[in-house]
């Protein structure tokens, strides 16, 4: 008999996040939403008459500010509902109401910034001095004006702004079709019995021990997903084509341009991580042999790649241990960090297990004046710990930020947001290899260590490189396929894993699996995020209060200024190639440690 997950109304209530501390009703939702519309009115009655004065400059952007906030927070009440069960057609429609509402927003919001951009700076500097009131915006103003050349006219901003909803196509179709309509057929377990394979405990299958298992679930996984590759090439070869419209319409070189630039970082930081990365490869090849030895095989396949290479350490780690363990591993951020933490942790910010329709992955999301809110699918493995611990270091970011900020400065950039989540990881993981005599068990810890580094700097960046080429492929004018996607994506595996490795057939479809793709050039910033706090954590475990201090100070700035300059504050420069070839040096000795241990 196979095992069913269970349907929402099944899980545990002391499991689950609890929406009610976002809106205690819906009702109070829909009355959110009537004032947004209403805010709406007033802020178009300024349209042509934004520089006019001082005044109307400080009102459309108090008003401006007030509504982003009100709607901010009405999408992350939908959102979460929807994503506890995107099933649930009553929580789809409303999550769909504010994607709309959203596009409606920056459609008739959309004539504000470039009347800004017409107002000379002698003028604006007239103002700032007229109206006190203003200094507050003077750094979102800055800002506006850094995106001149790629801001259109009023006319062709309200255009474009129109196509919002539509955008959104390609990634709403991959989502709903795998994590709705897409079933697997059961594979056997451990124990040789049935059960449901998901998107969910895929790679939790992958760790197994039993290779006749991570074998069968590997190809079965796989083989389900070919049959789909066409309808995949065309969902992710509509994300590229709309992300293309909007770089050229805004007069970027390329998507990839256009897509940093927003996060005012240049192109050059993604091009200096492929290119340092490809010049250390040597460390995941040397990795991957280490890993074949390991396991005592003939050959290393892609499905023995999540399995821990030392055999008989692994161990289940509940939810409750993983809590306690996280708390004393994070002790050194401070009584406030930790306080934080068990609150979360005690009063349902997050959603542990996986159910029916649930949404796949973890994250942790925020809406100002809201805490944080972190969905997880735990499994009780050994991962899902780490897997909390990212996804708090999340929700720390966040509360720092929006305790520390403004509405409008509190939202840190994209290519921050990986920072903190995997400093938490990394001490966690220096606090166990402390605290363990044990030489197994010490290896087991040094095996997750490097497994942090395969995963989150050379595979990410592996995606990165799949998608900068994808993107460039369809700029020159080719189309993408399931044929040429599967192509270049085992191309590209088969070279960072190299020749210890067999690159197995089903590897090829592995990208029509990966969400990121559709979150326009993200998944390289768990790989800058990562070297930078591997440089970070190191400054904690060696200082002491000192770095902890500059951190925080890192985690309470928000976007109030560039992220590469605020990742300064707390000690690292990622406009050189240096903090990355440290991190991979680092791994380095790790893989050495480890096979004098084994």
């Given at each position: 008999m196979a095992k069913e997950l269970l349907t929402r109304d099944q899980v545990k209530v002391e499991d689950t996040w609890n929406v009610n501390d976002v809106y205690e009703s819906e009702s109070l939702w829909e009355d959110d939403i009537t004032l947004v519309n209403k805010e709406l009115e007033e802020i178009s009655k300024y349209q042509g008459k934004v520089c006019e004065s001082a005044s109307n400059l400080l009102k459309v952007l108090e008003l401006t500010a007030t509504a982003e906030e009100r709607l901010e927070k009405a999408y992350f009440y939908s959102a979460r509902l929807f994503d506890q069960d995107q099933s649930n057609t009553k929580h789809r429609s409303m999550n769909q109401r504010m994607v709309s509402l959203y596009a409606k927003m920056e459609s008739d919001l959309s004539f504000i910034t470039p009347e800004i951009l017409a107002c000379d700076s002698a003028m604006l500097e007239k103002f700032f001095e007229e109206e006190s009131g203003l200094e507050l915006y003077r750094k979102q103003i800055k800002e506006i004006v850094r995106l001149k050349n790629h801001t259109l006219s009023a006319e062709l901003?309200?255009?474009?702004?129109?196509?919002?909803?539509m955008s959104n196509t390609p990634g709403e179709v991959y989502e709903a079709f795998t994590n709705i309509d897409l079933t697997f057929p059961n594979v056997k377990d451990e124990n040789g019995e049935e059960s449901a394979l998901t998107n969910g405990n895929f790679v939790p299958y992958l760790m197994s021990s039993n290779r006749a298992v991570r074998e069968e679930v590997f190809k079965t996984y796989y083989g389900t997903m070919k049959k789909y590759l066409n309808t995949y090439a065309a969902s992710y070869s509509g994300e590229v084509k709309q992300r293309m419209f909007y770089s050229r319409v805004r007069n970027y070189g390329s998507n990839l341009e256009a897509a940093v630039d927003?996060?005012?970082?240049s192109p050059e930081v993604y091009a200096n991580l492929v290119?340092?990365?490809?010049a250390n490869l040597d460390k995941l090849h040397a990795y991957v042999s280490l890993r074949k030895k390991c396991l005592g095989v003939d050959e290393l396949h892609m499905y023995d790649i999540y399995t821990p290479m030392i055999a008989d350490v692994a161990k289940k780690v509940t939810y409750k241990e993983a809590q306690e363990t996280i708390c004393k591993a994070l002790a050194l951020l401070g009584d406030d960090y930790v306080a934080l933490l068990k609150e979360g942790f005690a009063n349902r910010w997050i959603d542990v297990y996986e159910n029916k329709g649930k949404r796949g992955g973890a994250y942790s999301d925020t809406a100002y004046g809201v805490h944080p809110y972190m969905l997880l699918n735990y499994h009780d493995t050994f991962d899902d710990m780490f897997t909390t611990a990212h996804e708090m270091g999340h929700s720390m970011h966040s509360h720092y930020s929006n305790e520390a900020q403004p509405f409008i400065y509190s939202h840190y950039k994209i290519f921050v947001a990986e920072v903190a989540s995997t400093c938490n990881e990394i001490l966690l993981l220096e606090y166990l290899l402390k605290n363990t005599d044990d030489k197994k068990e010490r290896a087991y810890l040094l095996n997750h260590y490097l497994d942090s580094f395969k995963g989150t700097v050379f595979r990410q960046t592996q995606f990165a490189?799949?998608?900068k080429i994808?993107?460039?492929?369809?700029?020159?004018?080719?189309?993408?396929?399931?044929?040429?996607?599967?192509s270049l994506y085992k191309d590209i595996n088969e070279r960072y894993y190299g020749p210890d490795m067999v690159s197995d057939e089903e590897i090829a479809y592995e990208w029509a699996r990966i969400p990121h793709f559709y979150y326009n050039f993200y998944v390289y910033q768990y790989a800058t995020s990562f070297c930078a706090a591997v440089a970070i954590a190191g400054m904690i475990l060696t200082e002491g209060e000192p770095a902890v201090a500059r951190y925080k100070k890192f985690l309470s700035s928000g976007c109030t200024d560039a992220p590469v300059e605020l990742l300064k504050i707390a000690g690292v420069d990622l406009t050189t190639p240096a903090p990355i070839e440290a991190a991979l040096k680092k791994m380095g000795t790790i893989v050495d440690e480890l096979a004098s241990l084994v």
């Open positions: 901003e309200k255009v474009v702004a129109m196509t919002a909803e927003g996060n005012n970082v290119k340092t990365v490809n490189e799949f998608e994808t993107n460039e492929m369809v700029e020159n004018g080719d189309s993408l396929n399931a044929e040429n996607l599967s």
